[in-house]
């Protein structure tokens, strides 16, 4: 009877385990007993020295304390001497999926490095729900912390204190790394970046809230301020506080997120921020395209467009 009884104990659990809080279709879904699973698989790839573009990428540390780390690109130097622009690129993936280190981002930041023949810095930063917003922003902060800790020339890494100029940086981010990289600039222009010049941000369909993924969002940061939070929705005074020069937005006809990101950008014309923007639509194409079909015509056209906006005079 006793073992009866802890069968029916052990299937009552098995049940409860099996059951879910909360769903959030095609991110992630957590069950009642705290297990989280993700509906995309994100494959790692090493880094390498690619023999057709000669551009070289290693791994490094950004804090030990928080486990965050990065991946270095540095494309084939004209000269040992020469300085390149320093390109800190955001990752998407709903704050939730995606990596630095996964096949389609490590091609496509080296792809960039490549054409633009810069120097980028992709961030490998924590995943909610696991480790709940701002942990992204904070890691995304840390890791610009840590490429500016090596503007006088003494910091951890050569190929930064040797080859990059830090008075030609630019942020960039897709969909949740566009927000983030948002977010990167507002802190550069409130508490100042010393020895290190941020010159422009490109928001690659970036998520803005106004859309149903604003759920999500609120889930993933128990400490937020609703739907009007500065984070997600970015005011006109946060807006004027941006601390670059140039803003280069790309959006999709087909994207859900394209009319917040329209607003975002009728929004911060409008603002006290001095700076210039510009918006590009690819007609035809849905969220993320650039990534996912990389050969196709527009993403070569996107591509060009972001090369041009870093290589600027």
Same mark, same amino acid.
């Given at each position: ?24 279709f ?12 993700r509906f ?8 390498s020295?690619?023999?057709?573009t000669?551009v ?9 304390e928080?486990?965050?780390?990065a ?7 004209p ?6 622009p @320093?390109?800190?690129?955001?990752? &998407? /993936?709903g704050?939730?999926i !995606? ?6 981002? %490590? +091609?496509?930041?080296?792809s ?5 023949n810069?120097?980028a ?7 909610a ?5 701002p ?15 090596h ?10 204190n ?7 940086v ?27 010049k941020v010159v422009?941000?490109v @928001?690659?369909?970036?998520?803005? &809230? /106004?859309?149903?993924?604003? !759920?999500m969002w609120?889930?993933?940061?128990? %400490? +937020? ?11 006109a005074?946060?807006l004027a ?9 790309f959006v999709?006809?087909k994207?859900h ?27 035809g194409e ?5 990534l996912?079909?990389?050969?196709c ?12 906006f870093?290589?600027?005079?």
């Amino acid at each position: 009877m006793e073992h009866l009884h802890s069968l029916h104990e052990k299937a009552k659990l098995e049940k409860s385990n099996g059951q879910l809080s909360h769903l959030f279709f095609p991110f992630f879904k957590i069950y009642q007993d705290g297990r989280v699973e993700r509906f995309m698989h994100t494959d790692h790839v090493p880094p390498s020295d690619d023999p057709l573009t000669g551009v070289r990428s290693k791994d490094v540390i950004i804090s030990p304390e928080t486990g965050v780390s990065a991946r270095l690109f540095i494309p084939k130097l004209p000269n040992p001497n020469c300085k390149l622009p @320093l390109l800190i690129y955001i990752h &998407g /993936g709903g704050f939730s999926i !995606q990596s630095a280190f996964s096949t389609s981002y %490590n +091609h496509y930041v080296k792809s960039l490095v490549a054409e633009a023949n810069v120097i980028a810095l992709s961030v490998d930063y924590r995943l909610a729900p696991e480790h709940p917003i701002p942990a992204c922003y904070d890691d995304s902060w840390a890791a610009v912390q840590w490429a500016a800790s090596h503007a006088n020339g003494d910091g951890p890494d050569t190929w930064l204190n040797n080859h990059a100029d830090f008075s030609r940086v630019f942020f960039a981010g897709d969909s949740a790394g566009g927000n983030i990289s948002n977010t990167l600039a507002f802190r550069v222009g409130s508490s100042g970046l010393p020895g290190v010049k941020v010159v422009g941000v490109v @928001l690659v369909h970036p998520y803005f &809230g /106004g859309t149903g993924d604003d !759920q999500m969002w609120l889930y993933m940061c128990p %400490n +937020h301020g609703g739907l009007e939070d500065p984070r997600l929705k970015p005011g006109a005074e946060d807006l004027a506080r941006l601390g670059c020069e140039r803003v280069l937005m790309f959006v999709a006809e087909k994207d859900h997120l394209r009319p917040v990101a329209w607003d975002y950008y009728e929004k911060l014309k409008k603002s006290e921020w001095k700076g210039t923007v510009e918006i590009v639509e690819n007609h035809g194409e849905e969220h993320v395209f650039h990534l996912m079909n990389p050969k196709c015509e527009n993403a070569a056209v996107l591509m060009k467009k972001i090369v041009s906006f870093l290589n600027q005079e």
